[in-house]
């Protein structure tokens, strides 16, 4: 089994929900043909029986196993600040996951791409790396670029 050097976490709404099929298209094949290896994870805070029964409009980007959902509990008064929490856990989890299959593997090479600025604060705080979108038109061509320039520094 190849292993990766690089991990992308995809939040779904606002990110892939909105973004062009082609764009999405163009991501895919991307990191299916790059070398070194990128693995893709969803990390969202749908609740947990989205990620039991994921949809179809997920699945083409990650296995079941790969699916990470709302990873802890929701402070109705900072529901923003839970989600962001969640995030982390997940990226947590997701590095220990990938470290088993490649113990080189870094933190700020597990990539957030999310369309909230409060997801991608949190996961920098904890040593991962981020990338914003407009939640308007998600993953873009301009998004899959800063992809490309980050993964230069995880070969």
């Given amino acids: 089994m190849e292993k990766p050097t ?35 994870f969803i990390n969202t805070a749908r609740p947990q029986s989205y990620c039991d029964h994921f949809w179809k409009s997920t699945r083409e980007f990650a296995t079941q196993e790969k699916h990470k959902c709302f990873n802890g509990n929701i402070d109705t008064n900072n529901i923003t ?49 981020g990338i914003l979108v407009d939640a308007k038109t998600g993953i873009s061509q301009e998004t899959i670029n800063e992809i490309k320039s980050k993964l230069k520094y995880c070969e």
């Fill in 6 to 40: 690089s991990v992308l976490c995809l939040d779904i709404d606002g990110t892939i929900t909105t973004a062009e099929p082609d764009t999405l298209n163009h991501l895919l094949q991307f990191t299916n043909e790059r070398r070194p290896k990128t693995d893709i």
């Fill in 81 to 129: 600040q839970s989600v962001a929490q969640s995030k982390v856990r997940n990226m947590d989890q997701i590095y220990n996951e990938t470290k088993l299959m490649n113990p080189n593997l870094q933190k700020p090479c597990h990539i957030l791409i999310d369309d909230m600025n409060t997801n991608i604060a949190e996961v920098k705080k904890a040593g991962y790396d």
